[in-house]
Structures are given as C-alpha cells and as structure tokens.
C-alpha cells in the first residue's frame, strides 16, 4: 500500500524529477534519505513507509539522518536524555530488522543535513512534519542549500488527516475544525502497512555513535533539569504504556480525565507523542477499536488526541506569533488589553513562580508536580496558566512566563499542544468569551473555589507533596543556572 497522494507536500522538485527508476534514466539516480525529526520511530511512520517506497521504486537504498541541534529551544537534561535514549533504542532496531542505516549529526541541520546529502549524492530528502517556525524556516534555508537535483518532500506523520489537507486557514474553533478532519477519516484513518527489510546496501562508511558517551554528555550539561525515572523512552515502552491504557484506564476516561487527584484516568502519552515515539493514529486505532464496549470514553478520548491536537498544529501553522501575546485574536487582545491596569491581589516575579513561592497551595502543587515530575495533569495545566495572568503585571508577560515554565520543565514542552493551550488559558484562543470580570477581562476563569468542588483538592496536593520528597530521597538533584546544586522547594 502506498502512502496516500495528500500526505506527502513537494517542496522542492529537483531536475531528476524522480520519475524514472535508475535502469531507465539518463542521469544516475541517488539514494533516498529520510531526516526524520519530529517523528522518532521506525513503527507506523508514512514518513519512513514513503521514504522507503520512493527507493524501491527508483532501485536506490534508503538511508535514516538524524540531526542533534546544539540546545534545541533550551531543552535540558529532561528532554534530550528521553529523545536520546529512544533514539538509541531505534537506531539499533531499524538497522537490524529493517536494515536500514542510522545516522546521526550534530550541529545545524542547515548545514550537516545538505552536507550529508552532497557526500552521498542523494536524489532524494523525505522529511517529517512540525508546524514550528524554526522548523519551518531550516527546511526553506536547506531546500536554497541543496543541488538542483535534489529533490524534498515533506510527510504530515505525526496529524491522522494530514494538517495541509484538513484546512488551509487558521480555524477559529474546535467545532469549526472538528468535520474538516472527520471527513477525511475514510481516506486517512487506516492501517499501516508493515515494513520489509531493504535489500539495496548502503555504500559503507563509518558512522559508529557512543550512544552512551553522548548521552553522558548532553544530561551533565542540561542538568539543571534533571530526566525522569517515571517514563521509559522508547517505541517499546510507548507500546506497553498505550496498551496498558486501552486495557485498564480508557474506560474512566470520560468520567475521570478532569480529575488531577486520580490521574489514572488519562493515557500518560504525551512525552511518547511529542517525540514520535509512537503514532497518534496508532493509539487512535487501538481505542477505536473498543468504541463499542465504553463509546463515550472513546469518543472523548479520540476527540482530544486527534481534534485538539491537531487543531494545535493548525494554530502553530497559519499563526506566526503562536508563543506570545500577539498571537491572540481581536476580542482576546481587546479584552486582556481594556484590563491591563487592572489591580492584581497579587503579583509576582518569575523566579517567585519558578519557586512556587504564591500564596496559593494549590498552585504551588502544579507547579511542583511539572518541576520534579516533568508532567502537570491535564485539568491543572489551565489553573496554573490562568493564575499567572492573575499574577503578573501584564497579559504579555504572564504568556512570556507560561512559556517558558512549560518548556523548561514539561517533557513533553516544546510542542504545538503547549502553545495552544498557553494561548487557550491565557488569551481565549479556541474559547468562546465569558462573563466580564478583573484582569481576565472576558476570558475564562478559574478558582481554587471551582476545584475544590470539582476535586479532592487536599489529596491532589499531598500526592505532590510525595512526588517532592521522593525527588529527594533518590537524590535527583536539580541546579540552579549556575550549574549549582539549587534549593528544591517544597509546600507550605
Ligand atoms: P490524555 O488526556 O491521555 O490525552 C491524550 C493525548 O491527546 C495527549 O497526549 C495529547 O496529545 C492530546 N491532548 C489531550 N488534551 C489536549 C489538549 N487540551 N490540547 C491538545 N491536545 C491534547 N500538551 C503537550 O503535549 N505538551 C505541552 O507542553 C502541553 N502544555 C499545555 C499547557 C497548558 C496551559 C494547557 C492548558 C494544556 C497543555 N497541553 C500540553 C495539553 C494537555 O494538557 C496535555 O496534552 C495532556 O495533559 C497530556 O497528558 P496525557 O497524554 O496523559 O493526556
Ligand atoms: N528534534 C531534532 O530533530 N533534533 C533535536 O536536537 C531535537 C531536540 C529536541 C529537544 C526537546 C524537544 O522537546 C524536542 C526536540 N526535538 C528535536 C524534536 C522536535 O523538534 C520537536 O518535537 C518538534 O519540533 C515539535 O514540533
């Protein structure tokens, strides 16, 4: 089965035009390399499936190239030791079932990815897909860097219906998105087909990686925020972690998801999708496949992986400013801006929140639980971000900060979905306006009163207090950004 036509964007069409096989040209063809970026698996990937395609077709071998960006958007030991163990894992797997090379570069991908593709005399680039800027604008500056033969074609793996087809605007809503992408279910919620390992060798070079060393390396220097031991990386685990939701928690999950004090509810996914290390659409298939036994859990939960998130990479894609205040639309930006002057009851400083230093217990928890567990529950990921418009002194600063917390610490930061929601939170972006009140203006609010009624907010608070004082007990340490052992807070 071949990779469906809409799912695949040409963004640069080279003078091979990749039409005929070798045997059959003028001029030689080269190998297909696939830089796989934004989706780090060898599993259910249309990427790799078309990359591999593309070189049986023109009788070429394939090759894998992955690039380590020097501090890719500050990520720290957290972030790249659970990319960078996964990656192990694959590189070793796809080379041994697959017999698919792997390899692995570090520096600008603008340079060592045209780099690799003169030494090898590719014909063809296959990327993945990431509506983020830098993303965005690295592709445009390789495509001007590589030989006019060169072709690249860009794979929306990581969205069911691929981002381009759904819409080619920003939508406004989750409802206004939501019949763009099920319309297409027919053609793009299928199966995948499996993989065979290549038989075309791959001319020899030496490409050994001291997975182990690099590894070392990349946690000592983004120790300030130390991994997790929670979360295994890899396809493998990821695998095991969405089998063992279908199994034993996707039942609760239309009851229980908003519910931080039973955070059992909900998949546990997210570092697993935000680092493609396992497909959205395989864990679609998986659920939908119980849509008969729990239909409304089912449904929640498709409608979250697969509407919001991909409603998330349609904001990133068609607005530039998706990571600041500007990126608000004109009712959230009139109404945040007419109560800019509004007095605050409190106000404070970012280390102060970095610290969990409020007056708000319930908030200090939050905060607690994405710094030393790497990972907010869901329902308290829109307090938190909506305390801090409470708490600082201007719309602008409160995303600025919210940004840079959730990146920082969250595994799964860095992704669309934490922009979105950023923006959801803070500025009303996908919400409907409310009732007009201080400094939200007439963006939704929320109250510790709310969630007392909504959850067992003292329960939820002292299973944070457990998460700190295991961080403790196993002695993971966190430094300060001095690389000094820095003081971990703790709940009043
Ligand atoms: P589940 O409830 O099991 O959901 C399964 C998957 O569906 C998630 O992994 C995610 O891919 C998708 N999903 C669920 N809720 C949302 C949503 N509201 N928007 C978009 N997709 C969703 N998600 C991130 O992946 N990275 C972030 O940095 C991030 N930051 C957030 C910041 C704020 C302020 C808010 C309000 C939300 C943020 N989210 C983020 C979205 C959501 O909270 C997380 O995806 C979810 O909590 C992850 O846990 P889970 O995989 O167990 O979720
Ligand atoms: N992708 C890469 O190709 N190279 C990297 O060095 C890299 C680091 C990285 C660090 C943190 C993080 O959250 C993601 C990271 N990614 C990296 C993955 C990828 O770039 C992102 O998931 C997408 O850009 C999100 O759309």
Not at 347 to 352: A, L
């Amino acid at each position: 089965m071949a990779v469906q036509l809409g799912r695949v964007r040409i963004l640069k069409e080279g003078i091979h035009k990749l039409h005929q096989p070798q045997s059959s040209s003028s001029s030689k063809v080269g190998p297909v390399v696939y830089w796989m970026f934004r989706d780090q698996r060898l599993r259910d990937n249309w990427a790799l499936i078309h990359a591999v395609d593309e070189a049986k077709r023109l009788d070429v071998p394939v090759a894998v190239a992955f690039n380590l960006f020097d501090g890719f958007l500050g990520a720290k030991a957290r972030q790249l030791g659970f990319m960078l163990r996964g990656l192990k894992q694959l590189s070793h797997e796809i080379e041994h079932t697959l017999h698919i090379p792997f390899f692995l570069f570090q520096g600008e991908a603008i340079d060592t990815i045209p780099s690799f593709l003169k030494e090898c005399e590719a014909s063809l680039l296959v990327t993945d897909f990431s509506p983020l800027r830098e993303v965005r604008d690295w592709k445009r500056e390789i495509s001007k860097r590589v030989s006019d033969s060169v072709s690249i074609h860009e794979v929306d793996t990581h969205n069911i219906v691929p981002m381009w087809v759904t819409s080619d605007k920003l939508e406004d809503f989750a409802r206004t998105i939501r019949p763009k992408i099920t319309n297409h279910f027919p053609d793009y919620f299928i199966d995948f087909p499996s993989l065979k390992p290549q038989t075309k060798k791959w001319v020899a070079t030496n490409r050994s990686i001291d997975w182990d060393t690099l590894i070392e390396d990349v946690v000592r220097k983004g120790a300030e925020v130390p991994e997790i031991k929670w979360c295994e990386p890899g396809e493998i685990a990821a695998l095991e972690t969405l089998n063992g939701f279908v199994t034993a928690k996707l039942e609760n999950y239309s009851a229980d998801r908003n519910n931080p004090f039973k955070p059992k509810a909900t998949s546990g996914l997210s570092p697993y999708l935000h680092f493609g290390q396992i497909s959205a659409q395989r864990c679609a298939l998986e659920a939908r496949k119980l849509r008969k036994v729990y239909p409304q859990a089912v449904d929640k939960f498709l409608d979250e992986l697969i509407v919001w998130k991909e409603l998330a990479d349609n904001y990133c894609y068609y607005e530039p400013h998706y990571d600041s205040f500007q990126g608000a639309w004109d009712w959230g930006r009139t109404t945040l801006i007419d109560h800019a002057f509004d007095k605050r009851q409190h106000i404070y400083t970012c280390e102060q929140l970095e610290k969990a230093q409020t007056a708000d217990p319930l908030w200090n928890a939050s905060q607690l639980e994405m710094v030393h567990y790497g990972k907010m529950h869901g329902y308290m990921r829109m307090y938190w971000a909506k305390k801090i418009l409470e708490w600082t002194s201007s719309p602008q600063e409160a995303v600025e900060i919210a940004v840079y917390l959730n990146d920082k610490y969250h595994i799964d930061g860095r992704d669309p979905n934490g922009y979105a929601g950023i923006m959801w939170s803070i500025c009303g972006v996908h919400d409907n306006g409310f009732q007009e009140r201080p400094v939200y203006g007439k963006i939704r609010s929320m109250s510790y009163a709310g969630c007392a009624r909504k959850f067992n907010v003292d329960g939820y608070i002292a299973y944070v207090k457990k998460i700190v004082r295991d961080t403790k007990k196993k002695g993971e340490i966190l430094l300060n950004n001095q690389g000094k052992q820095a003081e971990i807070p703790t709940l009043q």
